[in-house]
């Protein structure tokens, strides 16, 4: 009994903390337009995106990079001017797919896989949209923090194959299509990763 109730208890604290990181902090507007990005993204790109929360502040911080969160295209998934089209893990809300404006105000970056054809593409996309719903691994996630603030934290850590943070997503997304990043180290991969990782290439500079 004392043992559920703990867990319970945990559980609501982890939600707590991971409503307060998810929340917005004001932050100055990239110049451009991110719809315009739509005419240069093909299924299977990778966005890179600065965040507008407390979570993307601190990931900025303790990565030393102007990226904090990494999403990927999988092309529209409903018939609309602004449809759901890009995949995401998000801390407070799990897998799911938003729409291009859902980045409106941020510096963005396209990566794109190099050496994928169409099936590898639709493989890649199927897998992604095959996982909207599944929630975001807290524990992935805070053993990473441990690890760049330097405090003890496990040894390795376990990929998921149910929970994910936003780059583990990807990880195990390019891995089915037989296109692994780091792969010695892909437990430990974090947004700006995705920007100098071999077999990608930028595919556009952002306005500073």
Known sequence: MKASVLSRTG???ADA???FLAEPISRPAATGDVLALSALLRP???LLTEGN????ALVRRLTRSPWAHVSIYVGPLQAASDPPCIVEAGISVGVRAVPLSQFKGQRARIVRPLGLNETDRQRLADWLVGH????YDLVHAWALCRWFLRLPAPRTIVLDAKRFICSSLLVQAFLVVGHPIAASQARS??????ESAAGFEVVNVPPA
């Open 189 to 194: 991969v974090v947004p700006r990763d995705f």
């Open 17 to 19: 903390l991971a409503r």
């Open 132 to 135: 909207i719903g599944d929630p």
């Open 44 to 46: 299977g790109d990778v």
């Open 53 to 56: 929360t407390r979570a993307a």
């Open 11 to 13: 559980g609501r604290v």
